[in-house]
């Protein structure tokens, strides 16, 4: 079974920065890709960010590019978003889900996904 747990969220001013993490559990994170993305109160999940099994290729919502940087260690078995300057739409439950199937690219779509987190809610406040 195929386990991913988020964790890093909490409060945060606008224009600060968090650091989410996503530990894998049940696999070799190493031939996933993964993908974070997020659902704010009263709107539809949306796609943040994705990154290739290797890391060697990464995907970004254009919403978050610039401020928002995805990586991963694959020996820790964990992949990262580092958030930084931060808005107030940021504000929702951050998920990340791995890619069973490929790995060597990674795609902004949630159907893409096998795998689930529970999420971690991040909210910044105004």
């Known amino acids: 079974q195929w386990q991913l747990v988020e964790s890093g969220g909490g409060l945060v001013q606008p224009g600060g920065s968090l650091r989410l993490s996503c530990a894998a559990s049940?696999?070799?994170?190493?031939?996933?890709?993964i993908g974070w993305f997020r659902q704010a109160p009263g709107k539809e999940r949306e796609a943040v960010s994705c990154?290739?099994?290797?890391?060697?290729?990464?995907n970004y919502a254009d919403s978050v590019k610039g401020r928002f940087t995805i990586s991963r260690d694959n020996a820790k078995n964990t992949v990262y978003l580092q958030m930084n300057s931060l808005k107030p739409e940021d504000t929702a439950i951050y998920y990340c889900a791995a890619d069973a199937f490929i790995g060597s690219f990674c795609r902004l779509v949630s159907g893409a996904m096998d795998y689930w987190g529970k999420g971690t809610l991040v909210t910044v406040s105004s």
């Open positions: 049940g696999f070799t994170l190493n031939y996933a890709a």
């Open positions: 990154i290739s099994s290797s890391g060697s290729s990464t």
